[in-house]
């Protein structure tokens, strides 16, 4: 079975510093991996995906991700926060091949940003 | 516009109830997904589709029904909710496991 942990519920960061938001999955084989930002009051929104290729992805926003297969991690990124930034996090997967495709989702952080 | 909708979206009920919660995807996804949203859980899943007339049951299905008879609809049915169901729920659908998945706006409901 696939699980994915999100370390620290709670990220705290001046504007314009740097953003970490760490993600581990624990899974046989790489699966697809997916993080997700939730504003407040709203849906789930892509920010970005790996699925296979280049291991460093960009997505919106400015934010970017590296899957690190020996270190099962995919690590989300972005030199510069931005006040706007401020939202909640989800990292996400799902195994490749056929079968059931569920998307399991980590329990979130949320991102505070300081002026 | 390419979009999930839900309704309603916000929902105060009793306990046993019956409630049903609507979702549609105007994209012709062939997944489909219910999940709920609880603090410091993230988004578990309730039900999940693959088809038409093809359903399975994810982490949380105890309390829940779901139906796929249209392509496009995929609603949520509490035949008697309790309160360990007030929770926040997203439909969501997909093409493939490769694809971004797309949310409704979500459901906020609270069973008293």
């Known amino acids: 079975a696939q699980s994915v942990t999100q370390l620290g519920s709670h990220v705290s960061v001046s504007e314009g510093a740097l953003v970490l938001l760490r993600c581990n999955y624990s899974?046989?084989?790489?699966?697809?991996l997916f993080w997700y930002v939730q504003y407040p009051n709203q849906g789930l929104q892509l920010l970005l995906k790996?699925?296979?290729?280049?291991?460093l992805v960009k997505g919106i926003n400015g934010f970017e991700a590296e899957f690190k297969k020996s270190e099962t991690s995919f690590h989300l990124t972005k030199p510069s926060a931005h006040m706007s930034d401020a939202a909640e996090y989800f990292c996400?997967?799902?195994?490749?091949?056929?079968?059931?495709?569920?998307?399991?989702f980590g329990s979130g952080t949320r991102l505070q940003v300081q002026p | 516009e390419a979009q999930v909708t839900q309704n309603p979206r916000y929902l105060i009920t009793v306990t046993g109830k019956k409630l049903t919660v609507t979702c549609s995807q105007n994209?012709?996804?062939?997944?489909m997904s219910w999940y709920r949203q609880d603090p410091g859980l993230g988004l578990r899943q309730i039900y999940y589709?693959?088809?038409?007339?093809?359903?399975d049951k994810g982490d949380v299905p105890e309390g829940y029904k779901v139906s796929r008879k249209e392509k496009r609809n995929f609603p949520l049915i509490l035949e008697s909710p309790s309160p360990n169901q007030t929770s926040l729920y997203f439909c969501?659908?997909?093409?493939?496991?490769?694809?971004?998945?797309?949310f409704g706006p979500g459901t906020r409901l609270t069973v008293t």
């Open positions: 969501a659908s997909r093409q493939g496991s490769a694809n971004e998945q797309y």
């Open positions: 996400a997967v799902t195994p490749r091949g056929t079968g059931r495709r569920a998307l399991t």
């Open positions: 899974s046989s084989v790489p699966p697809y």
């Open positions: 790996y699925t296979t290729g280049a291991t």
């Open positions: 589709s693959m088809n038409v007339e093809v359903t």
């Open positions: 994209m012709n996804h062939e997944y």
